[in-house]
């Protein structure tokens, strides 16, 4: 059985998560809020942007790819869009960047990576 490819760094082929949620926020500009009649008026800058948050059991081969990544100001990104059901391409960068050792193994573990990656 072949897997679906979740996520794109750079052009190379990111391993299956093992966990993968998708948020779209909005911005709104600070001239919204409460009017005199107690109603909310928002005004919207921009909407539908993307945050994914993933998590990864991997070798210690993807903890050095996947924590050069992190180190990257933005990385060019094709994600599983939840909205088309297909590859979607936009500029994200790397946040909240955490890993932790899951089971050590003879070829230097087996690592737990997690992060969020935020649209730019």
């Known amino acids: 059985m072949a897997f679906y490819q979740y996520l794109v760094f750079n052009g190379e082929n990111i391993p299956t998560p093992v966990s993968y949620a998708v948020s ?3 911005v709104e500009a600070d001239s919204g809020g409460e009017t005199e ?7 919207v800058i921009r909407s539908g942007i993307v945050t994914i948050s993933v998590s990864f059991a991997v070798t210690a081969i993807w903890l050095l790819k996947l924590t ?7 990385l060019t990104v094709r994600y599983f869009d939840t909205e088309t059901l297909a590859l979607a391409e936009t ?3 790397i ?5 932790s050792l899951k089971k050590d193994t003879s070829y230097k573990g087996l690592w737990e990576v997690s992060f969020k990656l935020q649209e730019l």
């Open 37 to 43: 009649a107690g109603t909310k008026q928002r005004d």
């Open 91 to 93: 500029e994200m960068f």
């Open 24 to 26: 779209l926020d909005t």
């Open 95 to 99: 946040d909240g960047f955490s890993v």
């Open 68 to 74: 050069a990544y992190s180190k990257m100001d933005k």
